[in-house]
């Protein structure tokens, strides 16, 4: 098995992998903490991909039990990612909710300004 | 608030569906894609919709704040309750083969049980969010 | 992958939420094909529904226009590819994609899958193991939304009687 042919078995990890460090860029290069937490957004998705993906079977179906199938996908990581979304929806407006609050205080949401605001006081 | 007719009436068509909708993903759920969580922001969704169009006083008069805010820990305890009555019945916590006679048909109805409550604190949850952020903005 | 990179790019937050929306979708239809149907279900609703309203609502309380990037990017840029490159190397030891034989599918999943009707009389697999098998983990999720919830109210609640102290605006 050369490395190849290994590429081609793991793309959809690859494609997951891009998005993950799109979200952490933007998390790590911009200022603004609005556009933070939508690249927070980003990076879940991201690990929900990585949990789904391992869970699917070539040729199988979704985990609802009939007669007429045999291969089924693995329900364990939806189960595990169902979850995840809805909690992670609640975390990001609990942060959402800190941001209006650190704009009300401070006037801005870039953190910089915030920074420098702190540093004259 | 006066805004595009089209919208009103069109927003007024679709909501119903919406409900009936939620509550199907959520019955349904046993035998199709669907469950307490998907249905809770289904339900959500739609008394969303219905203050995004109409303003949040009137959204207000169909779902209250205090009758909201009321529903967010009803769900969690409606889960709990569900645990605490396996325990009671010298069972584990969440155990639900108590609730009937044969123990899978307990536990079919623990998991309905289980996914009204997560039904109804997913649900609730997420409108006492928006109305938290919409409020905040006046 | 566009609409990611147009997410990264753009400083109108208006439309980095709507493209965010459109991002939701596109998640959902790859739920799809990887057979997960209940979470991509969750994911259209949540991801296009509820979290681009939250998002939107929380934009009108703060500013819709970021400003121009006020730092060197080349750092971030370093460090994100430079994790990237270690996790897509990391990813070669995993199992190909799409194999019945993979070590995930030898473990609980079996079980599951043979024995729910069974034992629990629910076709619905997802279903079974969210609210039977690991209904513990489901009570503790619902907890976090709960708490979540409780901690954005007491967060937004009471502006009038905050913005009279001096808490606020410095001078």
Redesign the interface.
Known sequence: MGGFENFFAHYNYVATIVLMVAGLYIVIARGNMIKKLIGLMLFQTSVYLLYIAPGKIIGGTPPILDANFTIYSNPLPHVLILTAIVVGVATIALGLAIVSRIHEAYGTIEEDEIIARDDQE | MRLDVVLRVGVKLIIPFMLVFGLY?QLH??????????A???V??AI?TYA?IFGIEEAQRVAPRKLV?FL??L??LI??GT?VIGLLSGQN??D?SVLAAH???G??R??LL??A??LV??A???I???Y??????R | MIVTIAIVRMRNLFGVIALSGVYSFLMASVLMVYDAVDVAMTEAAVGAGVSTVLLLAALHLTKSLEYPMPRPAAVPLIVAVGVGLALIWATYDLPAFGIADAPIHKHVAPHYLQNAIKETQVANVVSAVLADYRSFDTFGEVIVVFTAGIGVMLLLKGRRTRRDGSQGETP
Do not use: K, N
């Open positions: 993903v759920g046993d035998y199709g894609p669907g469950g307490g969580f998907q809770g922001v289904i959500a969704g969303i995004l805010e967010v820990p769900g969690v889960y709990a645990g916590f969440l639900y123990a899978p048909a536990r079919e623990g998991i289980v996914e409550g997560v604190t997913v609730s949850t997420m006492a969010l928006f938290a952020f919409s409020e905040r903005g």
